[in-house]
């Protein structure tokens, strides 16, 4: 059974970037993967998804110029580098199977965002 | 961007209760749209995809309609554990867009 494993905490300065991983763990790495992210006490955002069967990306223009999602099929991982960091970008960052933007058919009977990550907190401070 | 639009923002029903939760597009969506649930603490799970199937695993209590703009997320008889923030999600247009949640809390 694929998890999605997510690398741990980030603390860091206004104007620097961060990279968070995203590993997945049990199975096969043949799958979408978008990026959402919930600020304190608020709701849920997407910033991309990458397609790795397709070699394509989608961001969303709020994000654009700042994210970049990319991965690593050898190493079952995903990646998502956001720069230019502020205060605004202090919030837990999810990745997420995303059979929403590419069939799941062969990993999962599922649609949508059926395989969530277990978050990574990225605090951004001065 | 499609925006996504929920109501009500929050409700506290009884244990028991008939839950139903409204989410609106601002322009058609067909069938994309996925209901998730997040627990305090802890990650979304999803609850129903396109629309109205009922991911593996989640309680038969949970069901979902509607198709274009208009669409619902009922709980027949709402349990404890269903304490949570309720999101619908369209995935038939990029950027793909989240409602505001509804938060659900025991009466």
């Known amino acids: 059974q694929v998890q999605l494993v997510q690398s741990g905490a980030e603390v860091k300065k206004p104007g620097s970037s961060v990279k968070v991983s995203c590993m997945a763990s049990?199975?096969?790495?043949?799958?979408?993967v978008s990026w959402v992210r919930q600020a304190p006490g608020q709701g849920l955002e997407w910033l991309g998804v990458?397609?790795?069967?397709?070699?394509?990306?989608h961001y969303s223009m709020r994000f654009q110029g700042r994210v970049t999602i990319s991965a690593d099929e050898s190493r079952r991982t995903a990646f998502m580098e956001l720069s230019s960091l502020e205060s605004e970008d202090t919030a837990v960052y999810y990745c997420v199977r995303d059979c929403g933007a590419a069939s799941c058919s062969g990993v999962s009977s599922g649609d949508a965002f059926d395989l969530w990550g277990q978050g990574t907190r990225v605090t951004v401070s001065s | 961007d499609i925006q996504m639009t929920q109501s009500p923002s929050s409700l506290s029903p009884s244990v028991g209760d008939r839950v139903t939760i409204t989410c609106r597009a601002s322009h058609s969506i067909s069938k994309w749209l996925a209901w998730y649930q997040q627990r305090p603490g802890k990650a979304p799970e999803l609850l129903i995809y396109q629309a109205s199937t009922l991911q593996t695993g989640v309680p038969s209590r949970f069901s979902a309609s509607g198709s274009g703009t208009e669409f619902t997320l009922t709980i027949t008889s709402l349990q404890p554990g269903d304490v949570a923030t309720y999101y619908c999600?369209?995935?038939?247009?990029?950027?793909?867009?989240f409602g505001q949640g509804t938060k659900v809390q025991i009466k």
């Open positions: 049990g199975g096969t790495f043949n799958f979408a």
């Open positions: 999600q369209q995935y038939n247009t990029y950027p793909w867009t």
């Open positions: 990458i397609i790795p069967t397709l070699d394509r990306t």
